[in-house]
């Protein structure tokens, strides 16, 4: 951060002291138009309800934690001219994109009474949800430290921390919809079966899992050969809650995962595909709960 910067947040905090608001609104634009990414000025904006906050007209909680491994990315990625509209905006992509897979089993959001986001990181897409959810409906986990804390603070969630291993983790309820997006994309196949079981088997009857994958298009757009096998996984983690060798990049043939799904849970349960469907390359998997 540049002194040129930090002295105008200083001077922006000192303004909104005084509630003179006008002032305050140059300071924390002057510091957006030098750093569109920086999350203080953004955050005092979105606080205080400014001219130029998102809040006002997406209609959810904009403050974004400066912990977010996903604003980071949009932020050093040279094509994002604006990283924060760029994050905010891709989590209501999400949204729309999970409408239309619901559809494919005649379920809508507003069908569902316990909604359970795993791997919720910060809440690029959480804060989405919160907004259609009465108190209580919507859980989120992550196993990123103080990740959940912001997102019960700011969203007002339940939520709690997952662990690295499936073994380890223990639900307290069942879910009508558990959403996974992009986890099985980054775990290494060894470890899909025990996730698979322990997802699936926290669904409420007739419960959806709902998670995604780096399917063959993802492949081609990334220059990876996909093997015979049908999958590959490239150990690479940036997490620092994960190792490489158990959280990288997987790319998996569709059919090879409909058969994994299959093992892990039985032949004879029901699941649905829809391949380049999550930001138009990561295929789209819903796997039902037997009925009761």
């Known amino acids: 951060m540049t002194a040129q910067i930090r002295n105008q947040l200083d001077l922006a905090r000192s303004l909104l002291q005084r509630m003179d608001l006008k002032q305050a609104t140059a300071c924390l634009e002057n510091v957006l138009s030098m750093d569109p990414a920086n999350l203080d000025a953004h ?16 209609g959810v909680n904009t403050q ?45 959001l507003h069908k569902c009474r316990s909604f359970l986001e795993f791997a919720s990181g910060h809440g690029r897409f959480t804060r989405h949800l919160a907004r259609i959810f009465d108190q209580g409906q919507l859980t989120a986990s992550d196993v990123v430290s103080g990740s959940v804390e912001f997102l019960q603070e700011a969203m007002g969630v339940k939520g709690f921390y997952s662990q690295p291993n499936a073994s380890d983790l223990k639900f307290t309820e069942k879910y009508d ?83 994994t799904v299959k093992e892990a849970l039985g032949k004879q349960v029901e699941m649905h595909s829809i391949p380049s469907h999550f930001w138009g390359r990561q295929d789209a998997i819903l796997v039902r709960a037997s009925q009761p």
């Not at 955050?43 to 997406?58: A, T």
């Open 64 to 108: 974004i934690s400066t912990d977010d491994d996903i604003f980071r990315f949009f932020a050093n990625h040279p094509s994002s001219k604006n990283p924060v509209r760029d994050y905010l905006a891709d989590g209501w992509r999400t949204m729309m994109e999970l409408h239309e897979a619901l559809g494919v089993v005649d379920m809508t």
């Open 177 to 259: 919809i558990i959403f996974v997006l992009s986890l099985f994309s980054h775990l290494p196949v060894s470890v899909w079966a025990s996730w698979l079981t322990k997802l699936h088997g926290s669904l409420a009857p007739d419960g959806l899992l709902i998670f995604s994958t780096h399917g063959e298009r993802c492949a081609v757009l990334d220059c990876v050969e996909l093997p015979e096998k049908g999958f590959c996984f490239f150990p690479s983690s940036e997490s620092l809650v994960l190792a490489g060798e158990d959280y990288g990049t997987t790319f998996a043939k569709l059919d090879f995962v409909k058969s």
């Open 43 to 58: 955050n005092l904006r979105e606080q205080y309800r400014l001219p130029g906050c998102f809040s006002d007209w997406m």
